[in-house]
């Protein structure tokens, strides 16, 4: 069983930044893929961004060129970093460790308790 545990959000103006971690611990043998997820207040949770084991990142249109998702094989850790945030970034963010299909992600059904990130002036 896997457990994932999410840190780093916040409160913050627009146009500032966070940087988000997520550790994953427990009984697994590797991670293949790594993701976060946003869920804002009554709405569905999306894909922001996911990364292969080797490090290629795919990004979903709202947040490219903003946001930057990146990994520490090592640690079983996955980072996003979070620049020029907007108001409609406001969300619960989950990251999940699943499988990587070129730029398909599929996520395990393990999640974290997430992590929330507050953007308002």
């Known amino acids: 069983q896997m457990q994932l545990e999410e840190s780093g959000g916040g409160l913050v103006q627009p146009g500032g930044s966070l940087r988000l971690s997520c550790e994953a611990s427990g009984a697994f043998f590797s991670i293949d893929a790594m993701a976060w997820y946003r869920q804002p207040e009554g709405n569905q949770r999306e894909l922001v961004a996911h990364?292969?084991?080797?490090?290629?990142?795919y990004y979903a249109d709202s947040v490219k060129g903003r946001f930057t998702i990146s990994r520490n094989n090592a640690k079983n850790t996955v980072y996003l970093q979070m620049n020029g945030l907007k108001l409609e970034d406001t969300a619960v963010y989950y990251c999940?460790?699943?499988?990587?299909?070129?730029?398909?992600?599929?996520?395990?059904?393990?999640w974290g308790q997430g992590t929330q990130v507050t953007v308002s002036s």
């Open positions: 990364i292969t084991r080797a490090g290629t990142a």
């Open positions: 999940n460790a699943g499988y990587g299909s070129g730029s398909d992600y599929t996520p395990r059904p393990s």
